[in-house]
């Protein structure tokens, strides 16, 4: 089983639609949560840290669920700019590793 | 601001040749890594630094090695290449190694080995 797991989409949607992205990992010792974008052929960026309370940020929010190893990523109101591929990276605690999922492709439609 | 710079974006191989991937950070930052990027298998380490002097493995170490002499400086060498080491390479660091957050990138070398 891969430590991080993601569906790899690709997720086609409308401008305006609402979509979810699911994430699962396997070390239940991880403490730290993100979630990254990356555009076609650049390198990936932080979009968002995941806190176990859930936090927000625009359109876009983010929960964790510790019981069952889950991280979530929900983004509003689609745009055409939000095409990407969503990163969902773990720390697993073992010197400062980062494990980074797939990926999850999204295209957003006009 | 140069951030993160990778040397070079673009380079083929023959399998047997050895060279250098040069990686460069002017944050100061502590925290350097090296993954590689697959389609279908996402980010995998290949090595992290968490100060100078210091490195240690990530998920995939094989075939390449790596030195931190400097806080700056974080080189990947692949020893003799193979066409399994084909793959887009990011060098990428953080300013703090025990909650690696937020990961500064390069803009990736694209390596093709024959």
């Known amino acids: 089983r891969k430590e991080v797991e993601q569906d790899p989409g690709p997720f086609n949607v409308p401008e305006g639609a609402t979509v979810a992205f699911n994430c699962t990992y396997s070390?239940?010792?991880?403490?730290?949560f993100f979630w990254y974008r990356q555009d076609c052929r650049k390198e990936p960026k932080l979009l968002m840290s995941?806190?176990?309370s859930g936090n927000e940020d625009g359109r876009f929010t983010a929960q964790l669920n510790r019981a069952s190893q889950y991280i979530s990523l929900l983004i509003r109101d689609s745009k055409l700019s939000d095409s990407a591929t969503y990163l969902c990276?773990?720390?697993?605690?073992?010197?400062?590793?980062?494990?980074f999922g797939q990926g999850t492709e999204l295209s957003v439609k006009p | 601001n140069a951030g993160v710079t990778q040397t070079p974006k673009f380079q083929v191989l023959k399998t047997g040749q050895s060279m250098t991937l040069q990686c460069a950070q002017d944050?100061?930052?502590?925290?350097m890594s090296w993954y590689r990027q697959d389609p279908g298998m996402g980010l995998r380490l290949i090595h992290y630094s968490v100060g100078a002097g210091i490195t240690d493995q990530g998920e995939v170490p094989n075939g390449y090695n790596v030195s931190r002499s400097t806080t700056e400086d974080f080189p990947l060498r692949l020893l003799s290449a193979a066409p399994s080491q084909t793959s887009v390479y990011f060098c990428?660091?953080?300013?703090?190694?025990?909650?690696?957050?937020?990961?500064?990138f390069g803009e990736g070398s694209r390596l093709t080995v024959l």
């Open positions: 990428a660091s953080s300013y703090r190694s025990e909650d690696t957050g937020e990961l500064f």
């Open positions: 995941v806190y176990s």
């Open positions: 990276v773990v720390n697993n605690n073992q010197g400062g590793k980062l494990i």
């Open positions: 070390n239940s010792a991880s403490q730290s």
């Open positions: 944050m100061n930052h502590e925290y």
